[in-house]
Protein backbone atom coordinates (compact mmCIF):
# COMPACT_ATOMS: atom_id res chain seq x y z
CA UNK A 1 0.00 0.00 0.00
CA UNK A 2 0.91 3.65 -0.32
CA UNK A 3 1.40 5.97 2.07
CA UNK A 4 0.75 9.84 1.26
CA UNK A 5 1.91 12.63 3.78
CA UNK A 6 -2.12 13.98 3.47
CA UNK A 7 -2.08 17.66 4.49
CA UNK A 8 -4.79 20.04 4.72
CA UNK A 9 -5.16 23.01 2.07
CA UNK A 10 -4.88 25.38 4.80
CA UNK A 11 -1.30 23.63 6.45
CA UNK A 12 -0.17 24.14 2.62
CA UNK A 13 -1.09 27.83 2.42
CA UNK A 14 0.44 28.58 5.86
CA UNK A 15 3.71 26.47 4.74
CA UNK A 16 3.85 28.60 1.65
CA UNK A 17 3.41 31.89 3.25
CA UNK A 18 5.94 31.41 6.12
CA UNK A 19 8.67 30.16 3.40
CA UNK A 20 8.06 32.97 1.27
CA UNK A 21 8.00 35.60 3.78
CA UNK A 22 4.76 36.64 3.43
CA UNK A 23 3.29 35.31 6.84
CA UNK A 24 4.06 38.55 8.47
CA UNK A 25 3.18 41.58 5.94
CA UNK A 26 -0.14 39.48 6.00
CA UNK A 27 -0.98 39.35 9.78
CA UNK A 28 -0.01 43.41 9.91
CA UNK A 29 -2.23 44.32 7.09
CA UNK A 30 -5.16 42.15 9.04
CA UNK A 31 -4.07 43.99 12.25
CA UNK A 32 -4.18 47.35 10.37
CA UNK A 33 -7.64 46.51 8.96
CA UNK A 34 -8.87 45.11 12.50
CA UNK A 35 -8.38 48.70 14.14
CA UNK A 36 -11.93 49.94 13.46
CA UNK A 37 -13.37 46.41 14.72
CA UNK A 38 -11.39 46.81 17.89
CA UNK A 39 -11.22 50.49 18.09
CA UNK A 40 -15.01 51.23 17.37
CA UNK A 41 -16.76 53.29 14.65
CA UNK A 42 -16.82 56.32 16.30
CA UNK A 43 -12.90 56.47 16.98
CA UNK A 44 -12.64 55.35 13.13
CA UNK A 45 -14.06 58.52 12.09
CA UNK A 46 -11.23 60.63 13.47
CA UNK A 47 -8.75 58.03 12.84
CA UNK A 48 -6.51 58.72 9.55
CA UNK A 49 -3.70 56.69 8.40
CA UNK A 50 -2.78 53.53 10.03
CA UNK A 51 0.75 52.00 9.29
CA UNK A 52 3.48 49.54 11.35
CA UNK A 53 7.06 50.34 11.38
CA UNK A 54 9.80 48.56 13.86
CA UNK A 55 7.02 46.55 15.25
CA UNK A 56 5.24 50.14 16.48
CA UNK A 57 1.44 50.67 15.17
CA UNK A 58 1.53 54.51 14.11
CA UNK A 59 -2.23 55.92 14.59
CA UNK A 60 -2.95 59.42 13.12
CA UNK A 61 -5.73 60.80 15.53
CA UNK A 62 -7.38 63.81 14.04
CA UNK A 63 -8.88 64.86 17.36
CA UNK A 64 -6.70 66.08 20.34
CA UNK A 65 -9.22 64.33 23.21
CA UNK A 66 -9.42 61.25 21.59
CA UNK A 67 -5.67 61.05 20.95
CA UNK A 68 -5.33 61.85 24.66
CA UNK A 69 -7.60 59.35 25.73
CA UNK A 70 -7.01 56.34 23.32
CA UNK A 71 -2.86 56.57 24.81
CA UNK A 72 -4.26 56.00 28.29
CA UNK A 73 -6.10 53.10 27.01
CA UNK A 74 -2.98 51.66 24.55
CA UNK A 75 -2.12 48.79 26.78
CA UNK A 76 -5.23 47.20 26.13
CA UNK A 77 -5.48 48.28 22.79
CA UNK A 78 -2.16 46.31 22.03
CA UNK A 79 -3.57 42.88 23.75
CA UNK A 80 -6.96 43.56 21.53
CA UNK A 81 -5.30 44.11 18.15
CA UNK A 82 -2.90 41.38 18.62
CA UNK A 83 -5.66 38.90 19.92
CA UNK A 84 -8.04 39.84 17.19
CA UNK A 85 -4.85 38.75 14.83
CA UNK A 86 -3.71 35.46 16.47
CA UNK A 87 -0.45 36.87 17.16
CA UNK A 88 2.05 39.01 18.72
CA UNK A 89 2.37 41.89 15.44
CA UNK A 90 2.57 44.91 17.46
CA UNK A 91 4.68 46.00 20.34
CA UNK A 92 3.33 49.47 20.68
CA UNK A 93 1.06 52.03 19.59
CA UNK A 94 1.84 55.69 18.91
CA UNK A 95 -0.85 58.03 18.18
CA UNK A 96 0.21 61.80 16.35
Given at each position: ?55 TL ?39
Amino acid sequence: MFRRKVESLADVINKLLRDEGLETPLKQKRLIDSWELVAGKTVAKYTGEKFIKNQTLFVKITNPALRQDLSMMRTQLLKRLNTQVGGMIITDIRFF
